[in-house]
């Protein structure tokens, strides 16, 4: 096993979505969003072919309906998993051509390893069928939840009730199982202290949580905290910070694709 499999294994794989349509966009990338998946939008095949160098581990799901005929399609394919810097790459099909000789030579022919999958007017129906094409290819690797680094974000910050007075700081990471960040005079907190009425602010949305202080580390001559979340967290935080994390990352992925 070489190094990028080893991070793959572990950090699990980029999910690309080329030409995906509105409702695919709306309802099962954020589905998978929510799922943990780490999920990215792609409008351009040939500056992702060039993003795809770096991730050779990624899944492309691709709806051949989109931008070009088939045949031009089964072209890409084909020289995308014969160049040697991209052959590792995951393809899939989602597209809602039913045709079945298209769907077997997908299948038996080019032999995607994500599968050939309908979108049907059920959504639902088809994130049932395409998330076991996603655990095929092990996805998600060992990782459980998706994070994302905060750092050159002004507007993710935190205020957290201390001794009796509010502590600002900087997120540093989050994720919904909590987060990492400095606090302003770092101060002195025990492990399993438990945090009420944290105010967290991820770029519009301004949420609050309960957290537990798993600990903290010295950094770049910082302090840097570990805090979990309660089991108390509200799902609508928990889908806010999803979305968060998602625009977060395909922000990043966007300058590279560009």
Known sequence: MDGTDSVAEISGKKIFFLYPTVGVQNRIIAELIQQEYEVYVA???????????????????????????????????????????????????????????????????????????????????????????????NAKGRRKYIRATTERDSNATINLPLGGSLVHGRIKDVSVVGISCTLDGSPDISKNTLLKDIQIKLQTHLLKVEGIAFGSRSENMETVYVILFTQRIDPDVRTKIHKYIQHNLQSKMDFELN
């Not at 045709?99 to 390893?113: G, N, S, T």
């Open 43 to 137: 409008k351009n095949k040939d500056k992702l072919k060039k993003v795809l160098k770096n991730y050779p581990d990624s899944i492309v799901l691709i709806d051949i309906n989109e931008h070009m005929p088939e045949k031009e399609w089964d072209l890409w394919i084909t020289a995308l998993l014969e160049y040697s810097e991209t052959r590792t790459v995951s393809i899939g099909i989602l597209t809602s051509n039913e045709d079945e000789a298209i769907q077997r030579k997908y299948l038996m022919a080019l032999k995607v390893p994500c599968g050939y999958t309908v979108i049907r007017p059920d959504l639902e129906k088809t994130i049932s069928h395409l998330v076991p094409a996603l655990q095929t290819v």
